[in-house]
């Protein structure tokens, strides 16, 4: 089996930071592109950003290019998005992915993180 546990969330001023880590754990054979989505009261699960295994980043828009940094450790298996300069409406539930490919298994599944919540109060 495959595992994705994410940490790091919580309630945090606007202006603060905090930093999300994601860990993928179990029966992997490869470890594709890491990212992270996510998800406000009533919207859509949205995609924040992206990072390959050979580090390759992308961020899905301006709203968090310049605030947000992905990052990720092959050695261990972990994936981090650190938030500066946040703002209320970034408040959400964060989830990571993993493209993996398992032991056994021919092809690549995209594996999810159980989600983790980011308050920023005004």
């Known amino acids: 089996q495959v595992q994705l546990v994410e940490s790091g969330g919580g309630l945090v001023q606007s202006g603060g930071s905090l930093t999300l880590s994601c860990v993928a754990s179990?029966?992997?054979?490869?470890?594709?592109?890491m990212g992270w989505y996510q998800q406000a009261p009533g919207k859509q699960r949205e995609l924040v950003a992206t990072i390959t295994s050979g580090g390759t980043t992308n961020y899905a828009s301006d709203v968090v290019k310049g605030r947000f940094i992905i990052s990720r450790n092959n050695a261990n298996n972990t994936v981090s998005l650190q938030m500066n300069g946040l703002k209320p409406e970034d408040t959400a539930v964060y989830y990571c992915y993993a493209e993996i490919v398992p032991t056994r298994v021919i092809g690549r599944i995209k594996f999810w993180g159980q989600g983790t919540q980011v308050t920023v109060s005004s």
């Open positions: 179990g029966s992997i054979r490869s470890l594709g592109t």
